[in-house]
């Protein structure tokens, strides 16, 4: 499967953006999504993900309340809703597919998009 994700920019503080990770290739209802992001001179951060039924959903602490991930299967798109960002939210955000359901581990996601850059200005 191959992914895309799409829909940074940048925005104040406070406002609102909406993430796709729009998938090829395999149908992405046979996998896990994730959100991670990297800040400069940072490591990878999971932010999100999303079970393959749309069921379960996990969140990073410091995004529970103002981000939502969802999915829709038939247009084999995740989406990543952040509202109320703050400038500690800048990075490039990626998406990432794996089988395995629930994890915030890097390492067992095996597909991942290119990145987006989302940047919020105070």
């Known amino acids: 499967v191959q992914l895309q994700a799409s829909g940074g920019g940048l925005v104040q503080a406070e406002g609102s953006l909406r993430l796709s990770c729009a998938a090829s290739g395999r149908a992405l209802s046979r996998y896990a999504v994730g959100w991670f992001r990297q800040a400069p001179g940072k490591e990878r951060e999971f932010v999100s993900s999303?079970?393959?039924?749309?069921?379960?959903?996990i969140y990073e602490d410091s995004v529970k309340g103002r981000f939502t991930i969802s999915r829709d299967n038939a247009k084999n798109t995740v989406y990543l809703q952040m509202n109320s960002l703050k400038p500690e939210d800048t990075a490039v955000y990626y998406c990432?597919?794996?089988?395995?359901?629930?994890?915030?581990?890097?390492?067992?996601?095996?597909?991942w998009g290119q990145g987006t850059l989302v940047t919020v200005s105070s």
């Open positions: 990432a597919a794996g089988r395995i359901p629930q994890t915030t581990v890097v390492d067992h996601y095996d597909h």
């Open positions: 999303i079970a393959w039924s749309g069921d379960s959903t």
